[in-house]
């Protein structure tokens, strides 16, 4: 897992092997964007999670996601670009 700075990362989340956090839509600069975990998310294997987004609590990234937008809480998403599945 890559964690930049700015990401924060809520209780009893699971965050799984590969997983990568972005901080900088346009690199190299110093605009960075804050990434938010909620309590009790999960990211599957090998996800990217995408600058600026919110990950709300109780939520479900698939293996491989790439999330480029919030997700709320309680839904279940995967593909690239991720989007929803379903409620938990």
Do not use: Q
């Not at 989340?13 to 938010?36: K, L």
């Not at 479900?60 to 995967?78: F, H, L």
């Amino acid at each position: 897992m890559f964690l930049p700075g700015g990401v924060s990362i809520g209780k009893n989340c699971f965050i799984g092997p590969h997983v990568c956090f972005t901080n900088d839509r346009y690199p190299p600069s110093d605009n960075w964007e804050d990434t938010i975990v909620k309590d009790g998310a999960s990211i599957g294997a090998g996800c990217v999670i995408i600058c600026g987004v919110t990950i709300g609590s109780g939520s479900i990234i698939g293996a491989g996601g790439v999330v480029t937008k919030s997700v709320p809480p309680g839904e279940i998403w995967a593909g690239n670009p991720a989007s929803k599945l379903r409620d938990v």
